[in-house]
C-alpha cells in the first residue's frame, strides 16, 4: 500500500514542511535540478525513500537502489561499472538505504564516484549520520533531517490510502466515525505503519461480508504500533536523556510520560539507571534520603517486576521531579577528579596514613588527632596533601537542607580552626 500510494510529487510529500515548504531548502535544491549528494536522516516513515525517488525521476539518471543491510561491495562495483554505458547516459543516482550499515571501506568505496560526479549518491538512515557515516562522506553530502510527523500530517495519506483500497477492492468503504483520526494519532508519525494499518483493516471488513471499518478495529489494529524504540538507537537515548533533564527540570507530568515510553518498550533497565543517578546527581544533598528512598522503590520494582513494576517507579519519578534539588555533589566530586586527573595530589600526610605502614621496630610517632575524644566530635587538622592545603571543593548549596548543614560547622568549627 505505502508503494501503491508513494506521492510523485513534492506537493503530495505529507510533512517536512521545514525542508519542503515553500521556500524549503531542500524543495529549491531539488527544483534547481542541481542535486548534490544527499543524506537524509531520520525515523522510518517520513519520507526519506518518497523524496529521493521524486528526485531521480526528475533528474533523468539512472535509479539504483541499495539497501545496506544486504548489499556488499560487489554490488556497490555493479552499479560503478555502469558509468558511460548506455544504462546510465546521464549518469547513475545511487539511493543507499541504512547506510549506517556500511563498513568503512563500503563507505569509501564511493567517495571516487561521488567527487566526480558521476554518481549522485542519496544515502537515508535511521540514525545519526555524524556518528554512522564516515568524515570523508559526511563532507561530500548535504545531510537533511527528516522529523516524525504528527497526526495531522499522517491524516491525508490515510484517506488516500482507503480511497486506493475502494479501488482495489471494487466497493465502498465505510468508516466509523474517529477511524481515521485514530490510524494517524497510532502510527507514531510513520506514513508506512499507518498505510499498513489502512490495508489491514479493509480487507479485514470486506472479509465480514460488510465494508465497515470499526473504532474498535482500528484500535486493535494500530495497538503499540505508535513506540519509535530501539535499545541501540537514537531513540533510547533520547528518551533516557529526556526522563533525566525532566527529573533534574523538577516537571513530574514529563518524567512519568518518559518513564512510561521506556516501560512501554520493556525496557526498566534503562529506566532504573537513570532514577537512581537522579537521586544523586540532581537531588543529592537537598534530600539525602531521597536515595535511600529510590533504592527500595527500585528494589520493589525488580521483585514484582511489569507491569505492577510501574507503579514502584512512578513513585520514584514523582519523588525526585518534586524534591528540592542540589548539584554540589557533581561539582563537588568533578572538581576533586579533575585535580587527580591533572596529577594535583601529593602526598598523603603523615598523621592520615595506615599505622600499620611501618616496619616493625621502626613505628613513628603518627600524630593523628581522633575527632571523637574533642568537643563535639570535631578537632583542627590537615587533611589534604601539603600541595591541596586550602583547596575547596565542595560549596554547600542553597537548600534548607545543606544550608542547616553549614550554620552547624560554621558554629561548631567557629573560632578553633
Known sequence: MADEIRPETLEDVVGQKHILGQGGLLRRIVESDQVPNLIFYGPSGTGKTTVANIIAK??????????????????????????????????????????????????????????????????????????????????RSSVFEFKPLSARDVEPAVVRGFRAMEERLGRR???????????????????????????????????????LVTLADAKLAAQGS????????????????????????????????????????????????RIICSASEDVGMAYPQAALIVRALVDNALQVGLPEAKLCLGQAVVLLATAPKSNSVVAAIDAAMADVRAGRTGSIPRHLQNVHADSAGQEREQGY???????????????????????????????KNEQ??????????????
Open 58 to 139: 526528475r533528474s533523468g539518471r539512472a535509479l539504483h537502489r541499495l539497501n545496506a543491510t544486504t548489499a556488499s561491495l560487489s554490488d556497490v562495483k555493479d552499479i560503478i561499472a555502469q558509468i558511460g554505458t548506455m544504462m546510465a547516459p546521464n549518469g547513475i543516482l545511487l539511493y543507499l538505504d541504512e547506510i549506517q550499515y556500511f563498513n568503512k571501506k563500503q563507505q569509501q568505496s564511493l567517495l571516487e564516484v561521488i567527487e566526480s560526479g558521476d554518481v549522485t549518491l542519496i544515502a537515508s538512515t535511521t540514525e545519526n549520520p555524524y556518528f554512522y557515516i564516515y568524515n570523508a562522506v559526511l563532507s
Open 173 to 211: 468503504l465505510e468508516l466509523e466515525e474517529g477511524v481515521s483520526d485514530h490510524i494517524a494519532s497510532a502510527c507514531g508519525g510513520d506514513v508506512r505503519k499507518a498505510l499498513n494499518t489502512v490495508e489491514l483493516l479493509a480487507n479485514a471488513a470486506g472479509g465480514q461480508g460488510k465494508s
Open 226 to 273: 505508535a513506540m519509535r524504540y530501539d535499545r541501540e538507537g537514537d531513540d533510547h537515548y533520547d528518551i533516557a536523556s529526556a526522563l533525566m533533564k525532566s527529573l533534574r527540570g523538577s516537571d513530574p507530568d514529563a518524567a512519568l510520560h518518559y518513564l512510561a515510553r521506556l516501560l512501554e518498550a520493556g525496557d526498566m533497565i534503562t529506566a532504573i539507571r
Open 369 to 399: 588527632l581522633y575527632p571523637h575524644s574533642f568537643p563535639g566530635h570535631w578537632v583542627a587538622q590537615q587533611y589534604l596533601p601539603d600541595e591541596l592545603v586550602g583547596t575547596v571543593y565542595y560549596q554547600y548549596g542553597d537548600n
Open 404 to 417: 542547616a548543614a553549614r550554620a552547624y560547622w560554621e558554629r561548631l568549627k567557629g573560632g578553633r580552626e
